[in-house]
């Protein structure tokens, strides 16, 4: 039977399992939103800017291991995803992004609301498609939705003009791709395999840096069982928290420029460091001049392009990690390494990290570690960027995969509710608590409309010093303290969720925060608290930018009177 | 670390826009291309793309691996140190007048080169060859006083069988 273009990618995208999109309407997709009523399977879930669809999508895929799907209509709606695509390709996020775009004889003319977008992608998807015939749609739709979701996960864009959408053809989804140019290796190669596993049986101070990948392969038991097998420690990347329990007796916790001390110098020191589903970012490597000195590496990682690429490997295995892993875990022999791992609880106990500042005003740690008492640690958290996306990152204890979002690679202010939003749309039986930095907030700020319109139950915590502060931070450290334009002008945060018809209060004071956190996980709609907090405070450990891991900052140490949390609780 | 020249050769998809993302690769992670030759392979709809590119061997591994990457690259491999039949092809508009036209006629008989097109005050020299002889070939022409050229960039394939 003859279909639509705009029935087709409907049908086509019920056949790949999607049951929500983020999207705005506009000319160039018109035909495709006439049609969506005909598919009450599809949630369409509208948003207030593009930027928020896109990282709806993302916040979406990352919380359920599903493709995020977006929605934007030609020129400015698509230019809008730009950053939400990149942020997504930047962390390996899978998305399918969907455009409208002017009709084919318009097309190359500058027609009104035309935008080259397939160009402007290029570099920021894995793939991307203009559609010029709607027979080739339903395989376009059948191979971006493969391509997103498979080896290294990203976002493929799909262009469809207006036209397209309303061209009637014989509609049969296929059931195969045909992709000779697209492979991913998903077994690592059974010789590196075993020589790895040598290695690790022979090192006498093992590290595992655990990224993001185990996640996305979904390897974290195997990874468990290599750790313990092997009394092997383990540290994180910023993507890689949850990727391993950190409540447990082998977790370091987080590495890198914000990372533990005992964590940095664990890999400082370490023989061999087993790198598995990350990529040697230069936030979690620092300068790599420096970057592990004592160790030989093994690298984990499905894309073979990321071997090699920022640091020396003496023995990569490109594969998926959960198969990796599990062929591997078959070649490692128990061990105890005691010396190594008594080292590291006495670092630990010298360099406590996690200590934070007595201070009659309200810190933003206490804030987070507070949520993190308060829940249990049962919830997703979706951070910000900047100061507030460390301080989540450091003072809550992620034992979960997909329990932390956060913008790492792109460091996009203004993700955190967006991502929040779609984190809880995939997720509606998980809280969501979403970390705003105030600066970051008001990026996207205008999906606390979306919020509201769709009833999306998220827990939003803005973390408000009064700054940009991790700018600020740099401008204390690094630029003698002028603080060039990072002050900010606040509105009323609680007046304007007032405005959205959001329930929320301000907290000023300490004692405020348990209560104010309980109010809000008690109301079961979205609730916003405006924590107030000490405006000049600094993220530690910290190491400046070009330094290694060697020179990983502390808080001073005179500052350091009452540790809030005996971060040993071990499992 | 040393830069070299490696040549590098994709049978890519023939498809509209395929030229432009193997560019933008290279600009984007400012990898430095010295010519790329594209045209169509012996399988119908795809093209073989040949690339010389200058950098030490991890750059140019990471190029390759990057090329990889792309879904419309079917396959790519750095041929630069197997043995390979190379050449490029130019095309030289070389001031001529009627007493210096056998001189230059001679010049291009010894670098089997062929006088493609002759006007009163110019030749038009076509050659074909590696690198080196058609820099040689300009090298000697250079004296006549050069209006134009225009170099076609290195086309590569593997001596012998293919696998
Ligand atoms: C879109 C965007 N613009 C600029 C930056 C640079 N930047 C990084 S952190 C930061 C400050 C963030 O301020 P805020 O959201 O208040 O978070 P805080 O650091 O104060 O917790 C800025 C401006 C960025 N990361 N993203
Ligand atoms: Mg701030």
């Given amino acids: 039977m003859k279909k639509t273009g705009a029935q087709i990618l409907c049908e086509s995208l019920i056949k790949e399992g999607v049951e ?87 097309i190359g003319k500058d027609a009104f609301q035309e935008a080259d977008i397939t160009g402007i992608t290029l570099p920021i998807t894995k793939h991307n498609y203009s559609v010029s015939d709607a027979t080739e749609l339903a395989g376009t739709v059948k191979e971006a939705f493969y391509i997103a979701q498979t080896g290294r996960p990203g976002p493929v864009l799909i262009d469809i003009p207006r036209d397209v959408q309303q ?67 383990v540290v994180n990347t910023l993507l890689g928290l949850g990727s391993f329990p950190q409540n447990h007796v082998l977790s370091l916790g987080m590495m890198g420029m914000h990372g533990m001390a005992y964590a940095n ?212 450290l690094f630029y003698e303290h002028r603080y060039v334009d990072t002050k900010l002008w606040n509105p009323d945060f609680v007046k304007i969720a007032e405005a959205y018809d959001i329930p929320g209060i301000r907290v000023k004071r300490r004692e405020e925060v348990i209560p104010a956190i309980q109010k809000a996980m008690d109301y079961s709609g979205a609730f916003l608290i405006d924590f107030v907090v000490e405006p000049e405070e600094n993220v530690y450990p910290m190491v400046p930018l070009g330094g290694s891991l060697s020179e990983t900052l502390e808080l001073p140490k005179a500052e350091i009177v009452s540790s809030h949390r005996n971060i040993s609780q071990k499992e | 670390m040393s830069d070299t020249k490696h040549t590098l050769v994709a049978l890519v998809e023939d498809k509209p826009g395929v030229l432009n993302r193997v560019a933008s690769l290279f600009r984007r992670r400012a990898f430095n291309i010295q010519s790329l030759a594209v045209g169509h392979s012996e399988q119908p709809g795809l093209s073989r793309m040949t690339v010389v590119v200058s950098g030490d061997s991890a750059v140019v591994e990471q190029v390759r691996k990057q090329l990889d990457k792309l879904i419309n690259v079917i396959r ?66 250079r004296s006549f006083g050069i209006k134009e050229v225009t170099k076609t960039g290195r086309v590569a394939l593997t001596r012998g069988d293919t696998q």
């Fill in chain 1, 167 to 233: 061209e009637e053809v014989e509609f049969v989804y296929p059931d195969k791709v045909n992709l000779p140019g697209y492979k991913f290796i998903s077994r690592g190669h059974s010789v590196q395999v075993k020589r790895a596993a040598k290695l690790i049986n022979q090192a006498q101070r093992p590290l595992i840096i655990a990224g993001r990948g185990i996640i996305i392969s979904q390897a974290h038991d195997e990874l468990k069982e290599l750790a313990e097998k092997a009394q092997i420690p």
């Fill in chain 1, 20 to 106: 929500v999109i983020f999207g705005i309407l506009g000319g160039a997709v018109l035909p495709l939103y006439d049609t969506l009523p005909q598919y009450p399977q599809l949630r369409h879930i509208l948003v207030r800017h593009e930027q928020g669809a896109a990282h709806a999508a993302d916040g979406y895929a990352r919380a359920t291991h599903k493709a995020g799907v977006c929605i934007a209509t030609s020129g400015p709606g698509a230019t809008n995803l730009v950053t939400g695509i990149a942020n997504a390709f930047m962390d390996s996020s899978p998305m399918v992004a969907i455009t409208g775009q002017v009709a084919r004889p318009f």
């Fill in chain 1, 265 to 476: 110098m664990a890999v400082q020191s370490a023989d061999l460091i087993i790198a598995i589903g990350m990529r040697f970012d230069d936030r979690a490597t620092a300068n790599t001049g420096g970057f592990a000195p004592n160790a030989h590496i093994v690298h984990i990682d499905i894309d073979p392009a990321e071997i090699g690429k920022n640091v020396r490997v003496d023995m990569p295995i490109v594969g998926d990690v959960k198969n990796v892993l599990k062929a591997m875990n078959k070649e490692i022999d128990s061990r105890d390494h005691l010396d190594w791992l008594s080292q590291l609880e006495q670092w630990r106990y010298e360099h406590p990290s996690l200590d934070i500042r007595q201070n009659d005003e309200l810190l933003p740690q206490y804030v987070i570690q507070q949520i993190y008492e308060a829940t249990r640690g049962n919830a997703i958290v979706v951070t910000g960027v900047g100061q507030n996306q460390m301080w989540a990152a450091q003072h809550f204890v992620y034992t979960k995969p997909n329990s932390f979002i956060s913008s790492g690679g792109l460091g996009t202010m203004g993700f955190e509710l967006p991502a929040a939003i779609g984190a809880k749309v995939g997720c509606p039986g998980e809280m969501v608590w979403c970390i705003a930095g105030d600066g970051g907030f008001q990026m996207t700020i205008q999906e606390l409309a979306t919020i509201t319109q769709e009833n999306i139950a998220v827990k939003i915590a803005i973390i408000n010093n009064g700054y940009l502060g991790m700018v600020r931070q740099w401008q204390e």
């Fill in chain 2, 76 to 141: 790519v491999s750095d041929i630069t140190e197997e043995d390979i039949v190379a050449r490029e092809l130019a095309l030289i508009k070389v001031n001529a007048t009627a007493s210096t036209r056998s001189e230059i006629m001679q010049i291009v008989d010894i670098f089997r080169a062929n006088i493609v097109d002759v006007s009163s005050d110019s030749v038009t020299v076509e050659v074909t060859g590696d690198e080196d002889k058609v820099e040689s070939l300009l090298e000697l022409l």
